[in-house]
């Protein structure tokens, strides 16, 4: 048995742990960044938060202008910003696009680097203190060691990783998902379905990292069932955090595979959510592993109590209609995905052949 | 849902890790103190170790003086050395005593006090950067935020606790286990049982620490059961150190419950093996649970997937003939053990007269 296993984060998760443990926010520093998008003041987390560090005695400047798939621009503006306001920690507050601009912006304003070397690796050991605070349930962004920006030189989305992105606290409270519109619960939940089963589909992947795979998707699938027919599932909000965060956790270990490196390209050309686009290629992948007998399904099979097919079933219907996307366009992806450094990690290691065989299939039924 | 968890040792676990992954102690200063027992030169840990800080460049000094159960004095003893050879980091290195003994140097090195104050808490959030190496299956001390050290004001023994107390890196490998004597092996194992278990019936206890828990009792009830009818078990190595660290992360989210607290008095006065000494007591408990209609204790049963009666026996048969203690000492523990701050934490909160009952009849059955 060999394994690695580290999540430093310290995570508070329950109704009002803002309030209850804002006090911890002391230790990170004088005035904070706070780095989110426009939903956080609707949903009352940036409320939760600002009450916190007032009461800490703490400053802050809130940099509400993070877009959904953030960009390097963004993350320069958000350092801009944090160096005239003098802040010398940051909170991440939102979905995964504010998570992950704010953890760029802790370690790029500690160690700037070109934009063509944003993405080169080599980030060193520092970034300035973090709190995150989801307000989606899926990116899972809370727990793990990577910021995903759009990377316009590649035409893609890339990862940076260091273990200086953990978080060092993490605050879950489901009351900020209450009033989400729908989409923005399937879609990061898709997300988190997929982190689950691409852990456990990981060559990373191993017993820790597995055994937080199974337990979210045990509470996730059942959700997603629901949501795929459309039943109520406000009193399932906090099970869906939590469910995500345990995703986070397994990723955190072992990394995402070949759906993610795919997906990507989905989200940078066409625009479609991170979520909706991993899941647009989840049901082909898992079928791929059916017909290749790779045994780690029947983990995610059993943890589900469903078999594959009706995991694809599910998962079409949360789906709907899916998205006309010319052929030699999806053909293009399966060029670029070949070299992608997903592909390797993948149990499934899917061949050329093959990743073009998800793509088409994942858009025209019929090739 | 309320969940804390916390655990952020990077934890490097499989055969020849402290080879593989040595590298890393660079990052925790220029020269070590090695805080260890004797078996550590007999079972290779010790010289795996200093062949890797050597590749590193790292100076390294020998503190083998901890005996089991270490008490103020040796700590005291550690630090002198630590200072006079100008150490700057502290690698734990054996089982439970010199690893608790090696936290206690990193956090009174940087903080000292009176050994009236060793005990009464306020630690502060500093200690010397260390690395434990565990070479018996048990304390789970790797991965916990705890020091048990001898406390001779209060005649028992007690727990420092602090985040300080995570070492930064923890490296586990069965190899170290080869030789271990009989005793070596089934005390200890009997503690990471005793940890597994009370973290599912401590309050404090939570969905994260009750699946390591859970996981832990899978792995390990298995091997005791071998062990209790004196089945090989030279391939179960790995596999008990697994399970033991998956029981100290489950404790250092719960924290014990009576039986450690209670356990403490049979080590202090009667010298009985740590890991025994819970277990002397464990059985009683769970009879405990099982007539107080503790829920948790379902927990407990499918995870190892048996009955409390049938985890009795086992427990009875690895126990052998219980040691000889009068009826009257048995009583003192028992009216001491009432103000033991574990008692509260147990969801199996055991009144005065139940503790009592616990003592006597894990010693005397007919009582």
Do not use: W
């Not at 048995?1 to 520093?29: N, Q």
């Not at 912006?105 to 709190?131: K, Q």
């Not at 629901?226 to 986070?248: H, Q, R, W």
Request: proline share 4%.
């Amino acid at each position: 048995m060999d394994l690695h296993f580290h999540m430093p984060t310290e995570i508070f998760f329950g109704r009002d742990c803002v309030s209850a443990y804002g006090e911890r926010l002391k230790a990170l520093g004088h005035s904070a960044l706070i780095v989110t998008g426009k939903s956080s003041k609707i949903n009352g987390a940036l409320g939760d938060l600002c009450i916190a560090l007032d009461k800490n005695g703490q400053t802050y400047t809130v940099f509400d202008r993070v877009k959904p798939n953030p960009t390097i621009a963004c993350v320069r503006e958000g350092i801009a910003l944090l160096k005239s306001a003098n802040a010398d920690f940051i909170v991440g507050l939102g979905g995964g696009s504010p998570m992950d601009a704010a953890k760029a912006i802790a370690l790029l304003a500690v160690a700037d680097r070109a934009d063509e070397d944003v993405f080169s690796g080599g980030y060193g050991i520092y970034a300035l203190p973090m709190a995150h605070i989801p307000t989606t349930a899926g990116t899972g962004s809370e727990v793990t060691p990577y910021a995903i920006l759009t990377n316009d030189v590649q035409e893609t989305k890339t990862s940076i990783t260091s273990p200086a992105l953990f978080p060092k606290f993490a605050f879950l409270d489901g009351k900020y998902l209450k009033n989400a519109p729908r989409s923005t619960l399937i879609y990061p939940a898709l997300d988190a379905f997929s982190h689950a089963v691409e852990g456990i589909l990981s060559r990373k992947g191993n017993e820790i990292s597995n055994n937080f795979a199974c337990e979210s998707l045990k509470v996730l699938y059942p959700i997603l069932k629901k949501m795929s027919v459309t039943a109520p599932i406000e009193n399932d909000l906090d099970a869906l955090l939590y469910a995500s965060m345990l995703a986070g956790i397994t990723i955190a270990q072992s990394g995402t595979t070949a759906v993610h490196g795919m997906g990507y390209y989905l989200t940078y050309f066409y625009g479609i959510d991170h979520g909706r686009a991993n899941a647009l290629l989840l049901g082909e992948t898992l079928k791929l592993c059916k017909k290749k007998d790779v045994s780690l399904l029947g983990k995610i099979e059993d943890a589900c109590k469903e078999s594959a097919d009706e995991i694809c079933v599910v998962l079409d219907r949360l789906l709907g209609k899916r998205e006309d996307i010319p052929k030699d366009r999806l053909l293009d992806f399966a060029k670029h995905s070949v070299f992608n450094k997903n592909i390797k990690k993948s149990a499934y290691e899917p061949t050329p052949e093959e990743i073009k065989h998800i793509y088409l299939r994942s858009f025209c039924k019929n090739d």
